[in-house]
T-cell receptor, first 114, second 107 residues
Framework: SAVISQKPSRDICQRGTSLTIQCQVDSQVTMMFWYRQQPGQSLTLIATANQGSEATYESGFVIDKFPISRPNLTFSTLTVSNMSPEDSSIYLC???????????FGPGTRLTVL | AQRVTQPEKLLSVFKGAPVELKCNYSYSGSPELFWYVQYSRQRLQLLLRHISRESIKGFTADLNKGETSFHLKKPFAQEEDSAMYYCALQAGTALIFGKGTTLSVSS
């Protein structure tokens, strides 16, 4: 199965700043996904990122707050903009499996906003 | 509405005891369900998928459409099974996750 890495693994940021999270896959994939896991909560899909097109955002998430780039079939970035303490979460990227609809996840980025 | 419910936040059992982690779903179409597991300090990983009808690490899960359930079972729990378990429903391109159940197996 594909190897998925994320950078940074964790960060502590000041409110009002922005952080860009990178997701790298060792093989070409059509669809990449970004999830958020708030403390004590489950994973929630932020958006689906397809190469060559605008990301598709889920209800409650907007491009101005979470801009996403997908420059090629192995890489994507998620930016958390104008951060507030409520953005403190684990952010995960994932890809879809080749045979079934399951998804495989990166290790996550733990973000703390002070 | 599409929803996954895991009613137990924590399940504590002794080694060798049977385990059942409950999952109920709400979905208008034909459901596709998964169990994911996250061991301490490891990433979230797929445990099993209902469509494969497989047994992984002694765990099985049967889709019951009448009861809209996909409970995860293991006849004899091991200490290494201690982890967070998430039930997930495929809805379009998205996975909808339950809130997870922490399984704690003690000797």
């Amino acid at each position: 199965s594909a190897v998925i890495s994320q950078k940074p693994s964790r960060d502590i940021c000041q409110r009002g700043t922005s952080l860009t999270i990178q997701c790298q896959v060792d093989s070409q994939v059509t669809m990449m996904f970004w999830y958020r896991q708030q403390p004590g909560q489950s994973l929630t899909l932020i958006a689906t990122a397809n190469q060559g097109s605008e990301a598709t955002y889920e209800s409650g998430f907007v491009i101005d707050k979470f801009p996403i780039s997908r420059p090629n079939l192995t890489f994507s970035t998620l930016t958390v903009s104008n951060m507030s303490p409520e953005d403190s979460s684990i952010y995960l990227c994932s890809i879809k499996g080749r045979s079934y609809n399951e998804q495989f996840f990166g290790p996550g980025t733990r973000l703390t906003v002070l | 509405a599409q929803r996954v419910t895991q009613p137990e936040k924590l399940l504590s059992v002794f080694k060798g005891a049977p385990v059942e982690l409950k999952c109920n779903y709400s979905y208008s179409g034909s459901p596709e369900l998964f169990w994911y597991v996250q061991y301490s300090r490891q990433r979230l990983q797929l445990l099993l998928r209902h469509i494969s009808r497989e047994s992984i690490k002694g765990f099985t899960a049967d889709l019951n459409k009448g009861e809209t359930s996909f409970h995860l079972k293991k006849p004899f729990a091991q200490e290494e099974d201690s982890a967070m378990y998430y039930c997930a429903l495929q809805a379009g391109t998205a996975l909808i996750f339950g809130k997870g159940t922490t399984l704690s197996v003690s000797s």
